[in-house]
């Protein structure tokens, strides 16, 4: 009767290999973490310098020359109401990028301590003497039966994603104001066009930046929150 033969021990270096290779994935993943901080951070802190600085610069219009006031709300109704809200889309395609990265390492990291652990890090409590010398933390994370101190926090991502809607929306608004509003371009009579074609450019421009942004994030947005649907039935099961 023949004996079934135990799988050959990893020479050394391999072992090592994969434990540097655990460890910078983990690496990489708080880095990404951090850089959805920063991006976040950076847009918010942005948006709210130039909304305010155009603001105040319009408030001064009607102190100068109809050429110098016609510049100025030009000026100031493409930065705020076309470039700010393209700069908060560019700044959050970025922080999507780095949410993937964030994943994608954290997804392989769970694979790897499965692997390792002969699949008890799916189920393992980290309270238990047991599971002392298991790799699981990306495992708690995928909100299995031991894990609800450790899950994720989901909500602080789908907060973000709304704070970012906001920051576009909220530029949006207020180039529209200071566009459209009073002393706004709208009211220049030396532009010489006439009001309705302003406000007919502007709202074909957030019509258009709205749809173009569903149609680039609206699929990679559905693609997460699928795998993230699909994770959570897994650890249930």
Known sequence: MKHKEKPARLPAHVAELLVQEYVSLRAESLS???????????????????????????????????????????????????????????????????LNRMERAGHFLRLREEVWSAGQAKTADPESPESGGILLWESLLANHPHSERFAKNRIGGMASVALFVMLAASALLSGMVLALGKGGLAEQ?????????????????????AVTNVLIFGKPLKKLGRASRSLEKDAES
């Open 32 to 98: 990404a973490k951090q850089n959805q901080q920063t991006i976040l951070q950076w847009t918010l802190a942005t948006v709210g310098i130039v909304i305010a600085a155009c603001v105040a610069a319009a408030t001064g219009l009607h102190d100068m020359d109809s050429i110098t006031r016609l510049g100025l709300s030009v000026a100031i109704a493409l930065l705020t109401g076309a470039l700010t809200p393209v700069l908060v889309s560019c700044a959050f395609g970025i922080w999507l990028g780095e």
């Open 189 to 209: 009579q030396s532009l010489g066009t006439p009001p309705w074609l302003v406000w007919t450019v502007a709202l074909v421009w957030v019509v258009a930046f």
